[in-house]
């Protein structure tokens, strides 16, 4: 455990206004948490338009996610890999952010696939024979006033049989989201109510515990902001990285977004946090790619390729550096 003099001493050393929070700071990837967004009663967003395969997000993500922690493990084999499902069950956010912080994990993916909402159009399928009622106004002598009389005439009419139909959205491709700038403030509660956290020295191999228990207020909440915006540089990477990795496909890559209402699992996951929405329930391509072996098989290898390069990145700074400082010479 740090004493109250390292622990300001290691602040000190964190430069805070620094364009790379990380670069002498290497730590190793040890642990991924991926989430297969919805599940159970919550089948979130579905494919219901007309030509549609009317399937359910709940089970595209998990699809997808179930394909994404075989290939982290085939290809990081030496990671700690834990998926929050792996069957049709619900939890809520709450339980999901639990299992990635009590897995104390390095990485939290979360598979979702977007929608857009959907026009409705119309069309004539056939005709059919209706009843409609004329009226008929007379008027006729009651005593020694004349008084009105309708009556009802009743007549045969073709009316046109109308069909209703949703359509597909044009919208489509891959996007990749953080939890917003504006709502760090629930990532700094969610790194305070942690009651350890690793901090990242610089040594490569040496890493302290902070007890956010045994900490003035003021030390521990300096703490939890330099944590908030390492893990927002951090997150941001990775959703590069996979931006990227997806453009390869030939996949629409869209790239990297923040709500305005916020996404609380990433809010409330102590670790850098990103969320893919695969693509476009709602499209037609889209939605039988993100229901087909090939398109669950080569986003869950996009991903993986994006985690590999992350991976390399945060355990071998200098390398990645001189890799990409040669890049752009050759430009």
């Known amino acids: 455990m740090f004493k109250s003099k390292l622990i300001i001493s290691a602040i000190l050393t964190i430069p805070f206004f620094s364009t790379n929070l990380f670069a002498q700071t290497p730590k190793k990837l040890k642990t991924i948490i991926v989430d297969a967004g919805h599940g159970g009663h919550d089948g979130g967003a579905h494919g219901g338009y007309e030509g549609g395969l009317n399937s359910s997000e709940k089970n595209v993500t998990l699809a997808i996610s179930n394909k994404l922690v075989a290939e982290l493990k085939k290809q990081l084999p030496d990671l700690k890999v834990v998926p929050t499902r792996t069957t049709d069950i619900y939890q809520s956010p709450r339980e999901k952010a639990d299992i990635a912080n009590s897995n104390k994990g390095d990485l939290f993916i ?12 119309s069309r004539i399928t056939g005709y059919k024979t209706v009843t409609v009622y004329d009226s008929k106004v007379e008027w006729v002598k009651k005593g020694k006033k004349k008084v009105k009389k309708v ?5 045969q009419v073709e009316k046109p049989i109308i069909q209703y139909y949703k359509i597909p959205t044009q919208r489509s491709g891959t996007s990749v989201w953080l939890f917003g700038a504006h709502k760090t403030d629930d990532k700094f509660k969610a790194i305070m109510q942690n009651e350890e956290i690793n901090i990242e020295t610089s040594s ?60 609380w699992v990433l809010q409330a996951t102590n670790m850098p946090a990103i969320l893919v929405e695969t693509g476009f329930i709602t499209n037609y391509n889209d939605e039988r790619y993100l229901n087909s072996e090939k398109g669950q098989q080569e986003m869950a290898e996009a991903i993986t390729n994006a985690v590999k390069r992350y991976k390399e990145m945060i355990e071998n700074p200098k390398a990645t550096a001189t890799a990409a400082d040669s890049l752009n010479t050759n430009k």
């Open 110 to 121: 979360c598979i979702h696939a977007d929608a857009a909402a959907l026009k409705t159009g």
């Open 151 to 155: 009556t009802k005439v009743p007549r």
């Open 204 to 263: 490569d191999t040496a890493y302290n515990q902070i007890d956010f228990s045994k900490t003035t207020d003021r030390e521990a909440k300096i703490l939890a902001d330099i944590y908030v915006k390492r893990y927002q540089e951090k997150s941001i990477k990775v959703a590069t990285f996979i931006n990227e990795e997806v453009d390869k496909t030939g996949r629409e890559a869209l790239g990297i977004n923040q709500r305005q209402v916020g996404i």
